[in-house]
């Protein structure tokens, strides 16, 4: 149920995978996290995954790669995914730095996460006001 | 080098020595000269600082007040040789001078008359022994200068102080995030937006969205003149990262013009949540946030 | 009663603790006339000592007067001190692996490279420093001699010393091969030159020669190091996460807003990122700037196969990894001012700056 030493963890909870990011990522551990991720949502079937980022430090455009890869990877098992705890100075730094494609589904916390989740997974896609980037 | 060194070391240990107890009984000397004729020093001072059509922001009662602590601080820091205590002062006096439009000039210049007035009154008390009055000058002269030093280096911090004070407060006026309900925030442009401050009103911006949980943005722009390619820039990145903290954003009050700005930089307008004016804003972040709308204009619902 | 010890000996006995109240004073008088730190603490020591040996013979009151007349005449006759002190520097390595069974050996050979050393340096350098090191003449005569100022003289020495560092190191090195650009840069290292440093473009060449690299080991740990500037190796992965935290601690130290920490950061991760996939490493150095403004400056050097078209790699989207292309453009966003420069075949510098707002 997790990735190594503690990095990352990912919870099942019900048809919901909600995994955390606990401390920085270098590239090879963000890989290594979007392995395992992706390989959990395939033995669970969850329906949705929630991944919370509010410990990382910076979201570059290796990050925002890979958090995109597992979006559209999570997407093709049959899962929405969306991503949460993004902090104000890393949601600036991220679109300064030109990030302007990709449409990974966004919401402030964990919360937020779970009723997006709920909206989206239970009454499909037209209910949903959730935010992305796009 | 021992046997030798310590020979000389006992001479010019005695001749430091001595060097220090001259100091030491003259500026005792001074100090009680200057309380002695306190009164007669300031008010030459006084009749001099108006004559010279310093400080005429004040009025007669309130200079006496003033002119009467600057000379015992000025005559305490003779005496104690430490210039905290007139620091806090010449501080505490700027704060409030600062706003009556006191300029830097007027307070250095009011210093080095006390300077000099105390100075010729030196003079003449020591004028018949020259090496002595030497002394004395050499004495004072650091001292006094130290003290226009400190006063001048407190005035010109505390104007800058509050110069920054004001900018910052301005700023803050011009960028208010306004909760108006829960989950939704309005944020008025009002005014030029150079690039600091669009960046300033980025982070607050963001910072507020996080605080108030807030899901809908209304960004409203009229008040807005005008704004260049650097500022539409920015305002498309801060819709962006509100969207990555889970706000959308809503834009009221697009001129044509800014509109167009927009379109030159590449934006794609179809991609932003623009509405005509805040009212409609506001009904459609209502409809985002899935109140029920009681007044429907257009198509809005 | 040696001069490594005086505190605790201070405390001893009553007209001994009178001394030890005078340690500030003495401190301050001699801190405020002599710069280099170790000298002036080598000063206090031996004055405190003297003070000590002469308590007796001190009249009361007069002995803060006599101490800084005291440090005063040990000041003047610094450079019999520094002669002492300068003779152990110079030597910068401890060869002297402890209780050694080759140490006679070592010393041997320590004084072969001393002596070898000493031939390599200009006749001009070796006459001064002989002059002054080791028959004590100081600057002063010596300037008289030569017809210049002592302070000149103080500066050729300062050379000279810095030279001898490096031949010497060198002679420890019999049978290696230096390069044209070997010598410049340990001697610039050695003088401790920044500007020289940069002329020669010393960070560099650390990347590209082994040798150099391991002999600048000994010639910086002896300077001071600025805390205003720390360096960071790139080779893997890791390195870009340490990299980018690093340069937020250190532009923390300016009070940047939270968001410019973030922004610094992501723009180092990013260009430490392309050290690591295009080039066999490469090293990351962060200083602060106090002019024009003050700043943090973030240097990035690899010693990688050089970028064919800086002009290109600054668009976006170009990209010869699976990123997005990103990485330089990106970073040129983020940052206040970005410089590419690359030479094919000997690798990219990327220096970037960003100002602190102030106000």
């Given at each position: 149920?997790?990735t190594?030493?503690?990095?990352?963890?990912?919870?099942?909870?019900?048809?919901?995978?909600?995994?955390?990011?606990?401390t920085?990522?270098?590239?090879s551990?963000?890989?290594?996290?979007?392995q395992?991720?992706?390989?959990?949502?395939?033995?669970?079937?969850?329906?949705?995954?929630i991944?919370?980022?509010a410990?990382?430090d910076?979201l570059?455009s290796f990050?925002?790669?890979?958090?995109?890869?597992?979006?559209?990877?999570?997407r093709?098992?049959?899962?929405?995914?969306?991503?949460?705890?993004?902090?104000?100075?890393?949601?600036?730094?991220?679109?300064?730095l030109?990030m302007?494609?990709?449409?990974?589904?966004?919401?402030?916390?964990l919360?937020?996460?779970?009723a997006?989740l709920?909206?989206r997974?239970?009454?499909?896609?037209s209910?949903?006001?959730g935010?992305?980037?796009? | 080098?021992?046997?030798?060194?310590g020979?000389?070391?006992r001479?010019?240990?005695d001749?430091l020595?001595?060097?220090?107890?001259?100091?030491?009984?003259?500026l005792?000397?001074?100090?009680?000269?200057?309380?002695?004729?306190?009164?007669?020093?300031?008010?030459e001072?006084?009749?001099?600082?108006?004559?010279a059509?310093?400080?005429?922001?004040?009025?007669?009662?309130?200079m006496?007040v003033?002119?009467?602590?600057?000379?015992?601080n000025?005559v305490?820091?003779?005496e104690t040789?430490?210039v905290e205590?007139l620091?806090d002062?010449?501080?505490?006096?700027?704060?409030?001078i600062?706003p009556?439009?006191?300029?830097?000039?007027?307070?250095?210049?009011?210093?080095?008359?006390?300077r000099?007035?105390?100075?010729r009154?030196?003079f003449?008390?020591y004028?018949?022994?020259?090496?002595?009055?030497?002394r004395v000058?050499?004495a004072?002269?650091p001292?006094a200068?130290?003290?226009a030093?400190t006063v001048?280096?407190?005035?010109v911090?505390?104007?800058?102080r509050?110069?920054?004070q004001?900018?910052d407060?301005?700023?803050e006026l011009?960028?208010?995030?306004l909760?108006?309900?829960?989950?939704?925030?309005?944020?008025?442009?009002i005014?030029?937006?150079?690039?600091?401050?669009?960046?300033?009103?980025?982070?607050?911006l963001l910072?507020?969205?996080?605080t108030?949980?807030?899901?809908?943005?209304?960004?409203?722009?009229t008040?807005?003149?005008?704004?260049?390619?650097?500022?539409?820039?920015?305002?498309?990145?801060?819709?962006?990262?509100s969207?990555?903290?889970?706000?959308?954003?809503?834009?009221?009050?697009?001129?044509?013009?800014?509109?167009?700005?927009l379109v030159?930089?590449g934006?794609?307008?179809s991609?932003?949540?623009?509405?005509?004016?805040?009212?409609?804003?506001l009904?459609?972040?209502?409809?985002?946030?899935?109140?029920?709308?009681s007044?429907?204009?257009?198509?809005a619902? | 009663m040696s001069?490594?010890?005086p505190?605790d000996?201070?405390?001893?006995?009553?007209?001994?603790?009178?001394?030890?109240a005078?340690?500030?004073?003495?401190r301050?008088?001699?801190h405020?006339?002599?710069?280099?730190e170790?000298?002036a603490?080598?000063?206090?020591?031996e004055?405190?000592?003297?003070?000590?040996?002469?308590?007796?013979?001190?009249?009361?009151?007069?002995?803060?007067?006599?101490?800084i007349?005291?440090?005063?005449?040990?000041?003047a006759?610094?450079?019999?001190?520094?002669?002492r002190?300068r003779?152990?520097q110079?030597?910068?390595?401890?060869l002297?692996?402890?209780e050694?069974?080759?140490?006679?050996?070592?010393?041997?050979?320590?004084?072969?490279?001393?002596?070898?050393a000493?031939?390599?340096?200009s006749?001009?350098?070796?006459r001064t420093?002989?002059?002054?090191?080791?028959?004590?003449?100081?600057?002063q005569?010596?300037?008289?001699?030569?017809?210049?100022?002592?302070?000149?003289v103080?500066?050729?020495?300062?050379?000279s010393?810095?030279?001898?560092?490096?031949?010497?190191?060198?002679?420890?090195?019999?049978g290696?091969?230096l390069?044209?650009r070997?010598?410049?840069?340990?001697?610039?290292?050695?003088?401790?030159?920044?500007?020289r440093?940069?002329?020669?473009?010393?960070?560099r060449?650390?990347?590209?020669?082994?040798?150099?690299?391991?002999?600048?080991q000994?010639?910086?740990?002896?300077?001071?190091?600025?805390d205003?500037?720390?360096?960071?190796?790139?080779?893997?992965?890791?390195?870009?996460?340490?990299?980018r935290?690093?340069?937020?601690?250190?532009?923390?130290?300016?009070?940047?807003?939270?968001?410019d920490?973030?922004?610094?950061?992501?723009?180092?991760?990013e260009?430490?990122?392309?050290?690591v996939?295009?080039?066999?490493?490469?090293?990351?150095?962060?200083?602060?700037l106090?002019?024009p403004?003050?700043?943090?400056?973030?240097v990035?050097?690899?010693?990688?196969p050089g970028?064919?078209?800086?002009?290109a790699?600054?668009?976006?989207?170009?990209?010869t990894?699976?990123?997005?292309g990103?990485?330089?453009?990106?970073?040129?966003?983020?940052?206040?001012?970005f410089?590419?420069?690359?030479?094919?075949?000997?690798?990219?510098?990327v220096?970037?700056?960003?100002?602190?707002?102030e106000?």
């Amino acid at each position: 149920m997790d990735t190594g030493p503690a990095l990352v963890s990912i919870l099942r909870q019900g048809s919901y995978l909600i995994a955390s990011v606990h401390t920085a990522l270098d590239d090879s551990q963000m890989v290594r996290f979007q392995q395992d991720l992706i390989e959990q949502i395939g033995q669970h079937r969850s329906r949705g995954v929630i991944i919370d980022v509010a410990a990382l430090d910076v979201l570059d455009s290796f990050g925002s790669k890979t958090l995109r890869n597992i979006s559209e990877m999570a997407r093709l098992r049959g899962a929405t995914t969306v991503i949460v705890g993004i902090q104000p100075d890393v949601a600036f730094a991220m679109v300064a730095l030109g990030m302007s494609t990709g449409s990974v589904p966004t919401a402030l916390d964990l919360e937020e996460g779970l009723a997006y989740l709920h909206d989206r997974v239970h009454t499909g896609p037209s209910a949903v006001t959730g935010s992305s980037l796009s | 080098m021992d046997e030798n060194s310590g020979i000389d070391t006992r001479t010019e240990a005695d001749f430091l020595t001595h060097d220090a107890q001259v100091d030491e009984e003259l500026l005792p000397q001074l100090v009680a000269h200057l309380r002695e004729h306190r009164s007669r020093l300031r008010e030459e001072w006084a009749s001099r600082i108006q004559e010279a059509h310093l400080l005429h922001a004040m009025t007669p009662q309130e200079m006496a007040v003033e002119t009467k602590s600057v000379y015992d601080n000025y005559v305490e820091v003779l005496e104690t040789g430490s210039v905290e205590a007139l620091q806090d002062y010449a501080r505490d006096l700027s704060e409030r001078i600062i706003p009556r439009g006191v300029e830097t000039q007027e307070v250095v210049g009011i210093v080095l008359l006390l300077r000099d007035v105390l100075a010729r009154s030196l003079f003449e008390k020591y004028q018949r022994d020259f090496g002595l009055l030497n002394r004395v000058l050499d004495a004072y002269e650091p001292a006094a200068n130290r003290i226009a030093n400190t006063v001048a280096v407190s005035f010109v911090d505390e104007r800058e102080r509050i110069i920054r004070q004001q900018q910052d407060a301005i700023r803050e006026l011009s960028t208010p995030v306004l909760p108006v309900r829960e989950r939704l925030l309005i944020l008025p442009i009002i005014g030029v937006l150079d690039s600091e401050r669009a960046r300033q009103l980025t982070e607050q911006l963001l910072a507020g969205i996080r605080t108030h949980r807030a899901k809908v943005v209304v960004m409203d722009i009229t008040g807005a003149p005008d704004v260049d390619e650097t500022v539409a820039n920015h305002l498309v990145q801060t819709v962006d990262a509100s969207r990555l903290m889970g706000a959308s954003v809503i834009i009221t009050g697009l001129s044509p013009k800014i509109a167009q700005t927009l379109v030159t930089i590449g934006v794609d307008l179809s991609k932003m949540n623009t509405i005509g004016d805040l009212q409609g804003g506001l009904e459609e972040a209502e409809r985002l946030l899935g109140y029920t709308v009681s007044r429907q204009v257009g198509s809005a619902g | 009663m040696s001069a490594g010890q005086p505190a605790d000996a201070l405390s001893e006995s009553g007209s001994q603790s009178d001394v030890a109240a005078l340690v500030p004073v003495i401190r301050r008088f001699v801190h405020s006339r002599v710069s280099n730190e170790a000298v002036a603490d080598d000063i206090v020591q031996e004055t405190l000592v003297r003070m000590l040996a002469a308590a007796g013979r001190v009249e009361p009151g007069m002995v803060e007067p006599y101490a800084i007349i005291t440090a005063r005449n040990l000041i003047a006759s610094m450079w019999k001190e520094q002669e002492r002190h300068r003779r152990n520097q110079h030597r910068i390595v401890d060869l002297r692996s402890p209780e050694s069974p080759d140490e006679g050996l070592l010393q041997q050979e320590d004084k072969g490279a001393v002596a070898e050393a000493l031939e390599r340096l200009s006749e001009r350098d070796r006459r001064t420093l002989m002059a002054h090191e080791v028959a004590g003449q100081d600057t002063q005569s010596l300037a008289g001699e030569l017809g210049v100022t002592a302070g000149a003289v103080a500066a050729q020495l300062n050379r000279s010393r810095a030279r001898l560092r490096v031949e010497y190191l060198l002679a420890l090195e019999p049978g290696t091969a230096l390069t044209d650009r070997c010598r410049p840069v340990l001697f610039a290292l050695s003088g401790g030159d920044r500007r020289r440093q940069r002329e020669v473009d010393a960070a560099r060449h650390l990347l590209e020669c082994d040798l150099c690299e391991k002999l600048s080991q000994p010639l910086l740990e002896r300077g001071q190091r600025s805390d205003g500037e720390v360096r960071i190796r790139i080779r893997a992965d890791a390195d870009i996460v340490l990299a980018r935290q690093t340069a937020r601690e250190v532009a923390a130290r300016l009070e940047f807003s939270r968001t410019d920490l973030t922004v610094i950061a992501t723009a180092v991760s990013e260009i430490a990122r392309n050290v690591v996939r295009f080039t066999d490493g490469g090293e990351v150095v962060v200083e602060l700037l106090e002019e024009p403004r003050r700043g943090v400056r973030i240097v990035a050097r690899d010693t990688g196969p050089g970028i064919a078209d800086v002009e290109a790699a600054l668009v976006d989207g170009y990209s010869t990894y699976h990123g997005l292309g990103l990485g330089l453009p990106g970073a040129r966003r983020l940052m206040d001012e970005f410089a590419v420069v690359s030479e094919m075949g000997r690798g990219t510098t990327v220096t970037m700056t960003k100002w602190r707002q102030e106000g």
